[in-house]
């Protein structure tokens, strides 16, 4: 079985501040890693992935994510964030069954992240 | 294609009625879930189909939930006496076979059980 953990329930920021949201998993096999965002009355949107590859993932609005196998973690950061970032932000994890996966996620618990004027 | 439809949006309903929810996934998705999301918390697994077979159930799902998806397209969740404790905000995803591709999820029905 998988789990994940999101180490922070709130993050608070003022605008143009950095931000790192965190997150942790345990499995004992190999997860594809994601973040969804949520924002006010909106369904969950994918905000990256990470399949393979460089461990190292972006999105188009600026986050970045960094896969690391050997602490298990997978923190999500922006250098400078947007009153428009204000969101809830889901951690997930996918089981790799030998390449495939029928989608089954596996979610964190949530950080609500508020970007102050 | 507007995506994943969900209805209704917003269900009130008295403890010990039951209540259906419909998921209309994406057109050619073929895979399709349910998670249930509780205040504060994260979305949690409750059942896949793919096609019209349901493959998974998880145990979250008591015997008081169906779900069936009966031409592969639409899907319906049913609870059935309902409890308190059933509130939430139900959750319907959909996305193609392969070996990695993208859920993209519904806007939600939350639930309320007075």
């Known amino acids: 079985a998988q789990s994940v953990t999101q180490l922070d329930s709130q993050v608070p920021v003022f605008e143009e501040a950095p931000v790192e949201l965190r997150c942790n998993y345990s499995?004992?096999?190999?997860?594809?890693l994601f973040w969804y965002v949520q924002y006010p009355n909106q369904g969950l949107q994918l905000l990256l992935k990470?399949?393979?590859?460089?461990?190292l993932v972006e999105s188009i609005n600026g986050f970045e994510a960094e896969f690391n196998k050997s602490q298990t973690s997978f923190h999500l950061r922006k250098p400078s964030v947007h009153i428009s970032d204000t969101a809830e932000y889901f951690c997930a994890v996918l089981r790799n069954a030998g390449g495939t996966s029928y989608g089954k996620l596996t979610f964190g618990q949530g950080t609500i992240l508020t970007v102050h004027p | 294609d507007t995506g994943v439809s969900q209805n209704p949006r917003h269900k009130i309903t008295k403890r010990g009625q039951n209540v259906t929810f419909r998921c209309d996934p994406i057109?050619?998705?073929?895979?399709l879930y349910w998670y249930r999301q509780t205040l504060g918390q994260g979305p949690e697994f409750l059942t896949y189909f793919q096609n019209e077979a349901q493959l998974e159930k998880s145990r979250l799902l008591s015997d008081r939930f169906s779900a069936e998806r009966p031409k592969g397209s639409f899907s319906t969740l049913e609870i059935q006496r309902t409890e308190q404790g059933d509130s939430a905000m139900y959750l319907c995803?959909?996305?193609?076979?392969?070996?990695?591709?993208?859920?993209?999820f519904g806007q939600g029905t939350r639930l309320t059980v007075v």
């Open positions: 990470y399949l393979s590859g460089s461990t």
């Open positions: 057109s050619e998705h073929n895979r």
């Open positions: 995803a959909s996305s193609l076979v392969g070996v990695y591709t993208e859920a993209f």
């Open positions: 499995s004992s096999v190999s997860v594809y």
